[in-house]
């Protein structure tokens, strides 16, 4: 997996320099086949090979995913807008614990309050992501209605 010029992964915030990252690698070294002797630094670069499961898609990690799955680059302020939903990292983070390999872009923008600068994440599926996941995929997009019971 390809790092950004901040030195950071798709997969979480580590940086090169440090091994203590703080990030609960225990899920994810379990699910890549050949865990044993799997360090840091692999198991930060490697995508699970289990098969992600699919949240329920009348709350909001599965309206996230909708988004997703649809070939869409997702942010902060799309969600906010879109979803009413505060804590898109939140749902990111539950959607990895599922085994989703959501990949991020940093990109530093300009803040409407002042021009600062300012970094935010865009976060997205590979494409081979969205089509391994084929007409399943795109059937669970479609019932994420955003209607919970």
């Not at 799309?78 to 085994?99: Q, V």
Request: glycine share 8%; with cysteine.
């Amino acid at each position: 997996m390809e790092t950004n010029e901040k030195g950071r992964s798709g997969w979480h915030q580590a940086t090169p320099k440090d091994d203590t990252c703080g990030f609960n690698h225990t899920p994810i070294i379990r699910r890549i086949k050949s865990a044993q002797g799997t360090n840091h630094k692999s198991a930060c670069n490697e995508i699970p090979t289990v098969k992600p499961t699919y949240p329920d898609p009348r709350y909001l990690p599965g309206r996230v995913l909708k988004q997703l799955l649809t070939g869409r680059r997702f942010t902060h302020r799309d969600s906010w807008l879109e979803l009413g939903h505060s804590r898109l990292a939140d749902s990111i983070w539950k959607l990895r614990k599922m085994g989703w390999p959501i990949q991020i872009t940093e990109k530093t923008v300009s803040t409407s309050d002042s021009g600062r600068s300012a970094t935010i994440g865009i976060y997205w599926l590979l494409p081979e992501t969205i089509e391994a996941e084929g007409a399943t995929g795109q059937r669970y997009a479609s019932e994420c209605d955003g209607r919970a019971a």
